[in-house]
């Protein structure tokens, strides 16, 4: 590259997504250095690389409620803007070439928002966040209105004013010092407030340090003052220490002694209502047994329970003959029922009843049948005097009445199956019978024992048991117990006695004590804790009083004594006047300083006025030129009234302010006047790509060309890059500038 090339405005050529949103290493480009397309469909992500664009260069977005921040899930937001710088060689500039030379790429980079950018950030210098979101990014909600309008206005003319830094700027900066010379904040050293209190503080504290001095000479004369006074009120309290600690060691011995006297003397009641409880148990337990069993000896209460162990075996054993005489009994008498109620018994009788019928029938039929055969045989041999019928007829007769007879006999003759059911049931009666005689002769037995055993328990003192043998041990036991708690309740009263003799004793020491403390106290013969409590108190009201009198007298000294300690070394009076020339000197510099702030805020304020009445009307005029070819003429003109409020006029002369306009009219008229700002503004932001995400979606096909040619007016000396979903309007800028760069996504 020749030494004598010059510098053209750089502008993007492509955007590195490392990671933003759901792109990671992402590569879009290259871009023109004027009118850029960048065609996707919905949810390409034409949205997340325009946010992107502003994030590298201005900070990216923080998280506030749920606006979307494009942060990746597992990394942070990161990566680069590659811009490039084209020069054009002397040579090519005079022959009228407009062949670019060799280009320079610069790199911008952002990871976190603390690390800021990274790269040559001279490129971004000369406009803040707000300018970009409001002029350089824009949106279809962004062009229903213009936010600090006369702000934004100030900061793009004035910053295309052709000097090194904006006017906007500087004045910014020299109101910002001016504020400082005159704030009251803490750390601005070169505040005209601030020095002018430390001035006053460091008077007041000068006068305060000679008054100081003279107040140390009469401290010294306190200080030497007091030495001898603290020697005797220090031997003093030393005498009434030692009274109250030997008059408080006296008095907790005696609370002691005190103490062992109640103590002893609700033992030794204790143990009296014992006695009198332990005497009224041991006749309770007495009268709850028989007197006989009460005087039972050892031999005697073993001797009465063999007995009662030898009837209990002999009652088990009757017993176990009565149990085995009722099972026996209840076995026969069940046998006995059974043969009553079997099913053998009734099956036969309903046999018997079968044949019985049989017979009686066969015994009446057959009879009749032969009867009633040979009397007409008989009848018709007599008729006909024949012998043979007469005697066929008779022998038939005959025999009939023979079946009749037989029939007879067969009836009333007993059956042999009902002999041996009659003789079974005979038997099993008969054991029954027996079974039953077995058991009334065990519980004779039984009921014999029982009467003995209750008169031998009754003859020993044990007719409480009612007979019972179990209950006649019981009795035993707890005679047995009443005795053993008897001899126990005797040991207990003993031993009470004689614990109560032992407190008797130590009552009548603790007294001894008591007296013998109380006369080398010198309280006199009826002294008591209350009196000795009094005597304290008036002690330690005394050493109260003069240790109240030694700590003020010690506190003061120490106090004296620090202070001329330390006035010895003081220099601060030489200090403060130091200090106080010092103040006035910068105070003084301050205030030149301050004059020549405010001389500088007129002059610019001048200037930037006298700019702004130059370059505003050219920014509207721009602005109705560029509305009225968006509108094909239906509004003419842009212009802002004395009260600083946006006005249209249509083309014939119907005023109107943007709240009243359609939505694709206010946003031409706020995309006209933003073009209007950026023609007028040329210098300002160079580098910086004007960013248009959809905005030409709420424009008809007619206004939506003229829109375009305005964009591409604006591509002429500004790169622009719009994005959209929609190939209409890729083919109206594509007609407005055939040169127009196409990005798909």
């Known amino acids: 590259m020749s030494g004598n090339d010059a510098p053209q405005a750089p502008y993007l050529k492509l955007i590195k997504m490392t990671s933003f949103g759901a792109f990671t290493n992402e590569v879009v480009g290259p871009f023109s250095p004027h009118l850029n397309v960048v065609f996707g469909s919905n949810e390409a992500g034409k949205t997340t690389l325009a946010s992107f664009v502003g994030g590298v260069l201005f900070g990216w977005e923080e998280a506030r409620g749920n606006r979307n921040i494009y942060k990746p899930l597992n990394a942070e937001r990161s990566g680069s803007l590659f811009f490039a710088r084209d020069r054009i060689g002397d040579a090519d500039k005079a022959n009228g070439s407009n062949e670019f030379g060799e280009a320079e790429e610069?790199?911008?980079?952002r990871t976190k928002n603390a690390d800021g950018l990274v790269g040559d950030a001279s490129l971004v210098a000369d406009i803040d966040k707000e300018t970009f979101q409001t002029m350089f990014s824009l949106t279809s909600d962004e062009l229903r209105s213009l936010r600090n309008t006369t702000d934004v206005t100030a900061k793009l003319l004035t910053a295309g004013s052709g000097t090194g830094a904006s006017p906007a700027h500087a004045l910014a900066d020299v109101q910002a010092q001016l504020a400082e010379y005159t704030s009251r904040a803490a750390g601005i050293e070169h505040s005209i407030v601030n020095l002018t209190a430390r001035q006053n503080e460091l008077r007041a504290r000068m006068a305060l340090a000679a008054d100081e001095a003279e107040r140390f000479k009469q401290q010294d004369k306190e200080f030497h003052e007091l030495?001898?006074?603290?020697?005797?009120?220090?031997?003093?309290l030393d005498e009434l220490n030692n009274r109250i600690e030997a008059l408080s060691a006296y008095r907790a011995k005696l609370q002691k002694l005190e103490e062992e006297h109640v103590q002893f003397i609700a033992e030794r009641d204790r143990l009296r209502e014992e006695e009198a409880s332990l005497e009224s148990t041991r006749q309770a337990q007495a009268h709850?047994?028989?007197a006989a069993l009460m005087g039972l000896s050892g031999a005697e209460d073993r001797a009465l329970r063999d007995r009662i162990d030898a009837y209990l075996d002999e009652q088990a054993k009757i017993g176990h003959r009565v149990d085995v005489a009722k099972e026996n009994h209840a076995a026969s008498k069940a046998s006995y029922e059974a043969l009553l109620e079997s099913g053998d018994r009734r099956e036969a009788e309903d046999r018997a009843r079968r044949q019985r019928r049989v017979q009686v029938a066969l015994s009446v039929v057959l009879p009749l049948v032969f009867l009633c055969a040979g009397v007409p045989v008989l009848i018709h041999g007599r008729h006909i005097t024949s012998l043979s019928f007469t005697a066929l007829g008779i022998g038939l007769i005959v025999f009939a009445l023979l079946l009749a007879g037989a029939a007879l006999v067969m009836l009333f003759r007993p059956s042999k199956a009902d002999e041996e059911r009659a003789e079974r049931l005979e038997n099993a009666h008969w054991v029954m019978l027996q079974d039953q005689k077995k058991l009334e002769s065990c519980r004779s037995d039984q009921d014999e024992l029982a009467e003995q055993i209750g008169a031998y328990l009754a003859g020993e003192g044990l007719s409480e048991a009612g007979g019972s043998l179990r209950r006649a041990r019981a009795l035993l036991d707890e005679a047995k117990d009443v005795r053993a708690d008897a001899t126990l309740f005797e040991q207990k009263r003993q031993a009470c006695l004689a614990r109560r003799s032992a407190i008797e004793d130590s009552l009548a020491d603790v007294a001894r004590q008591q007296e013998r403390i109380y006369a080398r106290i010198d309280l006199g013969p009826n002294a008591t804790l209350v009196s000795l409590d009094a005597e304290i108190a008036r002690r330690t009201q005394q050493r109260t009083s003069l240790l109240d009198t030694f700590e003020h007298m010690n506190r003061r000294y120490g106090e004296l004594?620090?202070?001329l300690t330390q006035a010895k070394h003081l220099k601060?009076?030489?200090e403060l006047k130091l200090s106080?020339?010092?103040?006035?000197?910068?105070?003084?510099e301050s205030a030149r300083d301050y004059a020549r702030l405010l001389l500088a805020k007129r002059m610019l304020e001048a200037a930037i006025a006298a700019w702004e009445s130059k370059s505003q009307p050219e920014v509207y005029r721009q602005a109705s030129r560029l509305l009225k070819i968006m509108t094909e003429g239906r509004w003419a003109k842009v212009a802002m009234t004395p009260e600083g409020r946006l006005q249209v006029t249509d083309a014939v002369k119907n005023v109107r302010e943007p709240v009243h306009l359609s939505l694709g009219t206010c946003q031409q008229l706020y995309l006209s006047l933003r073009i209007a700002l950026l023609l007028t503004a040329d210098n300002v932001g160079r580098a910086i790509p004007i960013l248009a995400d959809d905005i030409l979606v709420n424009f008809d096909a007619s206004r939506r060309r003229g829109a375009a040619r305005a964009l591409t007016e604006l591509a002429a000396s500004?790169?622009?890059?719009?994005?959209?979903c929609h190939e209409e309007i890729v083919a109206a800028l594509q007609e407005a500038d055939p040169q127009a760069t196409i990005v798909e996504l």
């Not at 500004?718 to 959209?724: G, N």
């Open 561 to 563: 004594k620090q202070e």
């Open 718 to 724: 500004r790169q622009v890059i719009l994005f959209t």
């Open 288 to 290: 709850r047994v028989d």
């Open 227 to 236: 030495e001898p006074r603290r020697d005797e009120l220090n031997e003093r």
């Open 572 to 574: 601060e009076f030489d």
């Open 580 to 588: 106080y020339q010092q103040v006035r000197t910068r105070q003084n």
């Open 106 to 109: 610069i790199e911008l980079a």
